[in-house]
């Protein structure tokens, strides 16, 4: 698909049923930056913005969800997160996270009734859509070390598929563990849109941002920042014929974030088993010395001690 490059964008697909209208295909779509933060409709596969409603000049619009009828938008740096009805785009309203995310909203996804947010950190927030309280975490792990900068969520088959920010990765993770089970690369996209792109090629934050994931058909679509293009990819198996071949220690090393909010880390293999525990000390015996026997003084002053 495509359309004018944005930036931030976020994408939730749907099948947009209206009035007496034949059903389509459509993304709402979240879009940041301040002063040109937007929520959308764009058709698929051809990209026309349908539909907008402005986020407002002081909010820097990220990550988006649709849950009953709602679309909710959260904004980075804040715990905002904005409310519009569905389908038309009408704000209903602007609520606060409580207790307030580590670095504001970055990507936002739903789940069992319930919103799961990122803010940058390894530990994903489970909330309330009427309180907007935290009632869990999630803490994600990579071969037991901690994984931060999940930024676009989108859960497929019960399975949480989260875009490493600054990389191409996108981790597979356990939403019940938060240990994460599979990867998938996908390092050819951004050469294709820098191509793609008026100027011509892609600046350095512009990287892969976006998941949408139809569940009727089963299609995978992603994009990214200042992308012109939104592709729909079909994910191989890395031991098959034209995959990867790499394991998951080499993805790991090659997905874990390196940045400000945490030292380099290389893969950690699990632990080995504790060593049995030691076997009590035996009890202390009495030995009786004898005296030594009185030696001669040796020559040219040279001392020392014998014994057998």
């Known amino acids: 698909m495509t359309r004018g490059p944005s930036h931030r964008v ?5 099948n947009l049923c ?61 715990s905002d997160v904005l409310r519009y009805s569905v389908p038309d785009l009408v704000p209903l309203g602007t609520s606060r996270v409580r207790p307030a995310l580590a670095d504001g ?6 789940w069992d009734g319930l919103l799961l947010a990122s803010d940058s950190s390894a530990t994903l927030k489970w909330l309330d859509p009427g309180s907007f309280r935290v009632v869990g975490e999630l803490e994600v792990t990579s071969s037991g070390v901690p994984l931060p900068w999940l ?10 598929w989260a875009n ?24 050819g996209l951004a050469a294709r849109a ?18 949408a994931w139809d569940s009727e058909r089963r299609r995978l679509f992603v994009t990214g920042k200042q992308w012109p293009l939104v592709f729909e990819v079909e994910v191989g198996d890395a031991d098959a014929p034209g ?19 945490m030292a380099p880390v290389t ?28 030696l001669p003084t040796p020559a040219y002053g040279v001392y020392g001690v014998y014994g057998v």
């Open 105 to 110: 909203g970055w990507g936002l996804t739903e």
């Open 18 to 78: 209206e009035g007496g209208d034949a059903c389509r295909d459509v993304f709402w779509e979240s879009t940041g930056i301040y002063g040109r933060s937007t929520v959308r409709l764009v058709s698929l596969p051809h990209g026309k913005v349908l539909r907008q409603q402005a986020a407002g000049s002081t909010h820097f619009a990220e990550g988006l969800a649709k849950l009953n009828g709602t679309l909710y938008q959260l904004v980075w740096q804040v």
């Open 194 to 211: 820098a191509e793609a792109h008026p100027r011509g090629y892609l600046g350095s934050g512009e990287v892969l941002n976006g998941i």
């Open 151 to 160: 930024n676009e969520l989108e859960i497929i088959d019960g399975q949480l």
């Open 243 to 261: 995959g990867s071949g790499l394991t998951l220690k080499q993805v790991h090393e090659r997905c874990h974030p390196r940045g400000a909010r």
């Open 267 to 294: 893969y950690q293999p699990p632990l080995p088993p504790p060593p049995p525990a030691p076997s009590p000390p035996l009890a202390p015996s009495r030995t009786t010395l004898s005296p030594l026997p009185s």
């Open 10 to 14: 976020r994408l939730v697909y749907d």
């Open 164 to 187: 490493v920010w600054q990389t191409n990765c996108i981790a597979r993770v356990n939403l019940t563990t938060g240990d994460v089970v599979g990867w998938v690369l996908l390092p």
